[in-house]
């Protein structure tokens, strides 16, 4: 274990370290700023680089192990290349002491819980089987057995190399980095304007709210995402308060990036857009607009322009209706009736701490932020900043409506919640002759440790840490109820074996050799659903070369495998509570098509 942990720990250090060499291009605006606020931006700017090499060695078709260590040895020598910046500060103040101190105790839980096995829905259906195939190939092709074929993914190559080098588990470390990142963010933010109490208590209702751990510590893209929004604004008003152009190409430039994440930074990108376009005198502002523009274009391109390479369609495979239907045309789920929508956006506080049915079973958001959502409307009829962050959220929260119902396409705006929230507390304290900043630190620090407490029950609830294939495997077992029989598959396939599953699109990494099967794509469940007998449904998976086929009970129904006429073509392997598991026998010796490969 003593092993695992320290293996783990060296992968979290050198990501540190490789991000923050690989922010050099930001030396020159960051001369002379704090030392917090030099690591978080210049770290940030890092992995906007990291990720457009990676692209380019992808596209290369160079994206190897040993180029990936190539290109982290480069970045940390970078990083030490670049340690007697100006506007790197070597003297810790016992302020900063304190607060490595705190960040430490906070991280412990958080980086242990980050080193469970991978197991949430979206990470194995998509997000992580497209890590492995562009670990595989050393590209980035189009792997149209997958939900999302492609996608902006510049969170998907940045975690190659630590797929690459340390295994699957590593990669959760990019959104624990991307998470502390935010917080030292918003924390620089308010230290620069001598109000270090507020600060803490930003970042303090950021890191308790358990949605914002339990994505810190696991494969969804969401953590990242953030970061870069968190980012961008705070650029953006650092250019705002001084007019230097090096700020406004830096908030562009993560604009971009939260794009090249995923689509809803499209959304992020456009509101400081029109930020900037309103902002200064009218024969400024279209310059200004114009230079985000292009500098966010140009950082997004890449991504934007392989997804028109092999789609057509910049939004793949959304906005069909504009740019043409393909087989994954995404299914969109019944629109809400106007009332309806306005009940789901009133009741949505309550909804995201004590009614996550409603939004997707995601783990709850920090009470005490939903809880000063009464004070932060007051306090924003009286202050600016607060009312632009309230009516930004207020609108995010009312476009969410017309989204699936997850809870995790709000995250992007807590922090920006964060630090209104902070702000309207500050002054409600004020205003009651409330000032003491040791009351403040003390009520920061004990809200600071929910998010440590929630991540210490959750490693407490998982049981051991999976540090060898046997732990993994029972780990597995707790965790997945259909690991019983995913076990069962790798036991009989071969590494080129490929396996159709039936509802349970979520396991498909799981599996050693290929498993397809989803709600759309060549290998959508109604196309073999819809088999009239056990003699068709064994032609069509012959198309797809699949030896094999896990039915999850719960979610399919196969009438025909259940019939005597089945026999002929299909064995039954296994069958429990949860699946069903059968062997093709018919038509197994035919030519594999090769349709399918890793």
């Not at 080098?165 to 590593?170: K, Q, R």
Request: aromatic letters at 10%; proline letters at 6%; hydrophobic letters at 55%.
């Amino acid at each position: 274990m003593i092993l695992f942990l320290l293996v783990h720990l060296a992968c979290l250090l050198v990501l540190v370290v490789a991000a923050y060499g690989a922010g050099a291009p930001a030396v020159r605006l960051l001369r002379g700023e704090p030392g917090l606020t030099v690591f978080a931006v210049r770290s940030a700017t890092g992995l906007t680089t990291l990720g457009l090499l990676l692209f380019g060695l992808g596209m290369a078709g160079l994206l190897t192990r040993t180029a990936s260590m190539v290109l982290a040895v480069a970045a940390c020598g970078a990083a030490l290349a670049f340690r007697d910046d100006p506007g790197f500060s070597p003297k810790w103040t016992r302020v900063d002491i304190i607060s490595i101190l705190v960040a430490v105790a906070v991280i412990v839980p958080v980086f242990i819980l980050a080193l469970s096995p991978p197991s949430e829905f979206d990470e194995t259906l998509y997000h992580l089987p497209t890590v492995e195939q562009f670990a595989r190939s050393g590209s980035l092709p189009f792997v149209q057995y997958l939900r999302a074929p492609v996608f902006p993914h510049l969170d998907e190559v940045l975690r190659v190399p630590l797929f690459l080098l340390a295994g699957d588990v590593s990669t959760h470390l990019l959104s624990l980095l991307a998470t502390l990142l935010s917080a030292c963010i918003v924390l620089a933010w308010f230290r620069e304007k001598a109000d270090e109490s507020t600060g803490w208590v930003t970042v303090a209702l950021l890191l308790s709210a358990p949605i914002v751990v339990h994505l810190a510590t696991n494969g969804y893209v969401e953590a990242l995402m953030t970061m870069f929004v968190t980012a961008g604004f705070y650029a953006f008003d650092r250019w705002r308060r001084t007019d230097a152009t090096g700020w406004l190409a830096a908030s562009a430039v993560f604009a971009g990036s939260a794009c090249s994440v995923k689509y809803l930074g499209l959304f992020w990108a456009g509101v400081l857009f029109l930020a900037v376009l309103v902002r200064k005198s009218a024969s400024s502002r279209l310059r200004n607009a114009i230079l985000f523009a292009i500098v966010a274009g140009i950082t997004l391109a890449p991504w934007y322009g392989r997804i028109v390479y092999f789609t057509g369609n910049p939004l793949f495979p959304f906005a069909a209706r504009i740019f043409g239907h393909s087989i994954w045309d995404v299914i969109a789920p019944a629109p809400m009736e106007p009332g309806e929508r306005l009940v789901a956006f009133v009741r949505l506080p309550w909804d995201l701490v004590f009614a996550r049915d409603r939004v997707g079973y995601q783990p709850p958001f920090s009470p005490a932020l939903v809880g000063l959502v009464p004070v932060l409307a007051i306090h924003a009829v009286r202050d600016r900043l607060t009312r632009q962050i309230f009516l930004l959220v207020a609108v995010w929260g009312l476009i969410w409506t017309f989204l699936p119902r997850d809870s995790r396409f709000l995250v992007a705006c807590v922090p920006l919640a964060c630090v209104a929230s902070a702000i309207a507390f500050r002054d409600l304290l004020r205003r009651l002759g409330i000032e003491r900043r040791g009351l403040v630190a003390l009520l920061a620090l004990a809200l600071l440790a929910l998010g440590p407490l929630y991540a210490a029950r959750r490693v407490y609830r998982n049981g051991p840490l999976a540090v060898d294939a046997r732990s993994r495997e029972a780990w597995l077992l707790r965790k997945v109820p259909e690991w019983e029989a995913i076990a069962l598959l790798n036991s009989k396939a071969e590494p080129d074996d490929v396996a159709w599953v039936c509802g349970g699109e979520d396991l498909v990494y799981h599996f050693r050799g290929e498993m397809v099967g989803d709600h759309h794509g060549p290998a959508r469940f109604s196309r073999f659903t819809s088999a009239p007998d056990p003699a068709e449904l064994n032609r069509r998976l012959a198309e797809i070369d699949a030896r094999f086929v896990l039915v999850r009970k719960r979610a399919c129904r196969i009438p025909v495998l259940g019939s005597d006429a089945a026999s002929p073509f299909f064995r039954l392997l296994h069958e429990d509570e949860m699946t069903l598991v059968y062997e093709r026998i018919a038509g197994g010796e035919d030519s594999r098509s090769s349709q399918v490969r890793r």
